[in-house]
């Protein structure tokens, strides 16, 4: 059962001293401890830990897919259609080792924004427990990521220097209503693509696996996620809605790099620079990454998070 009662920390906010606040604050409190249960309660129900429920060493057919080949950046491409169908299989092998290492870095800015938002919260809350528990999925999910990398035979793409300098004060800009939109813009489009992939006859049992597991799991993140947005965007003031509805275009820039990248093309051995030029202009690949968009595109829209400059930027990187 959750405790709806009003906790010693919350009662030291200033709401306390006016009547009608306290009254609210305490019911969004109550609120956010229901879901947090809820949550925990799914938690128990149904998680997954990649030690147990992969088979790791299973047989890899070496002609099999690790994503199915229409979500790959040059598929129907005139390089695509002179490649052979190993190099195909290694394209995609790549593709998948750069999505899954960008997951890694993408999942422990988050897990580092969760952190640190804890530190103002009341620890003997549903809500903290469950954003604990959330920490644990992502860790697991990264333990699960890294060793998938390794399992399907590729290298990680390692952040270079000024990257990881970069990534590194991401966090610091994840407080409030920006923190649940930065979760909401790395769940949700990793996690449409990869709805879509789970059930692919081309495609590599671990990677499956993979995906399912990863995609159940998220399930219960991109809802808490969303509650926040909902929750926060009632008191945010308009700075704050205006700066997140700004920045959220950055993620597009960020997101791109999943879905076509250099260094991908070099691991490969082929042409970078056509390579790119043709997995920009690859107007099939542009319409799934569009659909992977729309959801969060939506809602987005619906609580008033983009603004021309975010819609600028999402779109001039394929995303709408
Ligand atoms: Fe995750
Ligand atoms: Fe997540």
Known sequence: MVSTRTSALESLKPDALDPEGATSAAANAAERDALGDRLIQGSMRRSFNSNIDI?????????????????MSLYGTPLWESMTHRQRVELSRQEAANTLTRAVWFENTLNQGLLRAMLHQDPTSRNVHYALTEIGDETR????????????????????????????????AYRGLMLWVAALCGEEVIDESQKQNARHPDVQPI????????????????????????RRIARAPWWERQFVATANGGAAFILRRLYYDKEVYRRCGLPVREAMRQARNNEQVRARRRESFEGLHGFLTENGLLNPISRLMWRSHGFL
Do not use: C, K, N
Request: a neutral charge; charged letters at 25%; zero cysteines.
């Open 55 to 71: 088979d790791w060493d299973a047989p890899q057919d070496p002609d099999l897919f690790y994503l199915p080949p229409e979500m």
């Open 207 to 230: 990677m499956l696996q993979v995906f399912r597991i990863h995609v159940t799991e998220e399930a219960r993140h991109i809802r808490y996620a969303r509650e926040g947005v909902r």
């Open 141 to 172: 999910h990264m333990v699960m990521f890294g060793r998938a990398v390794s399992a399907i035979g590729a290298l990680p793409y390692r952040l270079s220097r000024r990257e990881a300098l970069a990534v590194q004060a991401m966090p610091l």
